[in-house]
């Protein structure tokens, strides 16, 4: 059971990142009384869910001295959970009425973000978020965090610009990791003629037209974009790193849409070359292939460092020991229902940094950290899946509940996240329209009744 206090301490705490994390994390942070000051770069909350057709210079991504655009957003996204399990759990997705809004289940990405902008609103967040405001630089000096930021002010937003340094006990940082991309690595790729790209910078299928499109990645995006771009496209063919010789070859139902295994070069006459033996001549290369943590504003000194996509060590990928509890991140975890689980780490931390909650010692801590390393690496685990909780995700939530004193998952979001989850992997063309768990969904709306904001 977690060690509680009753006396509880007010923090002067900076959020940084005015995303769904950094939004709930603000308001948990003042829920427990501690004063909060949110930090976000563009105009508006929302994070990674404010949609941009702008896209960066470079299409790759790679270029250091490139104008980073935050979106990662294509036009036609739709969200691959229900608009039941993916909502804050006490703050229901549910449907509104309006010109604007999105009534289905599996709702378009404004939605989303005019539900974080309800949210807000409601819970009288924006108060708090200085918008246009980045973040330079996180460094510790004298036991308090200095966070050095850079504002926009006036009229003129190219020319002018404000800097300051401010002192607080605190930092949570919640700047999302969907802005640095990786990149496959290709034999042969210098020599290669085409244009390669990342999905970073996707956002309509017309630059498409009639080109030939090696799509590399099996993700939800990559199997969105592929079918987006097939569209337009004279042909797309999807690399991927798992696969069977049974799905090798042409989808059903495309014509012009065909699986193979991953790539295994590149040469100079357009040609791509697949590990099955096949090729084609390719105009574009399409990374779908996730996106790098990226964190070069926080100074640490060495004891968080990013390795191969772990960021490290954290206690429960929250937590860094040697920090704790004035250094904490929120929403580094993935393959997740997110939302959720920004709530519950939120409540975490807020409880921690008010003394109400007590942590393990830091070599407690670092115990517990070494301890899940090894049991990754005796499983064969790479190590930039440290931070996967696809296979235990409702555990590590309702370890977070129990730590903080409140309910765990409802049995009907576990059964609804399970059940999509099978539908989307047989009906991967239909499955935003056609379900079958209409039970779980009246079950979810019976329990949404209690929350005043339905």
């Known amino acids: 059971m977690p060690m509680m206090n009753n006396s509880r301490s007010s923090r002067h705490v900076a959020v940084i990142g005015a995303g769904a994390a950094g939004l709930v994390a603000a308001r948990e942070l003042r829920r427990e009384g501690h004063k909060v000051v949110v930090y976000e770069r563009g105009q508006k909350v929302g994070g990674s869910w404010v949609y941009d057709p702008d896209v960066e210079s470079d299409p790759l991504g790679v270029d250091p001295s490139r104008a980073i655009v935050q979106s990662s957003l294509y036009d036609s996204l739709r969200t691959n959970l229900p608009r039941e399990v993916m909502g804050f759990r006490d703050y229901p997705f549910v449907a509104k009425e309006g010109r604007d ?3 289905r289940r599996f709702p378009g990405h404004r939605e989303v973000l005019l539900y974080l902008e309800d949210f807000a609103r409601d819970f009288e967040i924006n108060e708090l978020v200085r918008f246009e405001t980045e973040v330079l630089h996180v460094w510790m000096e004298e036991g308090k965090w200095i966070v050095r930021s850079r504002k926009r002010a006036g009229a003129d937003r190219d020319n002018s610009l404000i800097d300051s340094d401010e002192v607080y006990d605190g930092v949570v940082i919640c700047n999302g990791h969907f802005t640095e991309p990786r990149i496959a690595e290709i034999p042969g790729i210098d020599s290669w003629p085409g244009k390669q790209m990342h999905s970073h910078n996707y956002r ?34 999807i690399a991927v790193r798992s696969i069977t010789n049974e799905t090798i070859g042409k989808q059903p139902g495309y014509e012009n849409i065909w699986l ?37 504003f926080l100074e640490t000194h060495d ?7 772990r960021v490290g060590p954290l206690y429960k990928h929250v937590f860094p020991p040697l920090l704790a509890p004035w250094l904490s991140f929120i929403g580094i975890p993935w393959k997740v229902n997110p939302l959720a689980m920004f709530e519950l ?65 409802e049995e009907w979001r576990k059964q609804m996240y399970e059940a999509t989850s099978r539908n989307r992997q047989a ?17 979810a709306n019976e329990d949404f009744l209690q929350y005043k904001w339905r």
């Open 101 to 103: 809004r999105d009534s």
């Open 204 to 237: 309509v299928p017309d630059p498409f037209r009639d080109q030939v499109v090696v799509l590399i990645g099996s993700s939800s995006s990559g199997a969105d974009i592929s079918r987006d771009i097939a569209r337009v496209a004279k042909e797309v063919h």
């Open 260 to 296: 193979h295994s991953m790539i295994k070069s590149a040469h100079g006459d357009g040609t791509v070359v697949f590990q099955d033996g096949s090729s084609v001549l390719t105009d574009v290369v399409l990374h779908c292939t996730g996106y790098k943590f990226h964190l070069p």
């Open 303 to 309: 004891i968080v460092t990013v390795d191969d996509n």
């Open 345 to 409: 780490q939120s409540k975490w931390v807020a409880g921690v940094l008010s003394g109400r909650i007590v942590l393990p010692s830091p070599e407690e801590m670092m115990e517990d950290v070494e301890n899940f390393y090894s049991k990754l690496e005796a499983a064969g685990w790479p190590k930039r899946y440290t931070h996967n909780l696809a296979e235990y995700q409702f555990e590590y939530n309702d370890w977070l509940a129990t730590e903080c004193g409140c309910s765990v998952s």
């Open 427 to 443: 009906r991967l063309e239909t499955f935003r329209d056609v379900w079958e768990d209409q039970n779980l969904i009246s079950q």
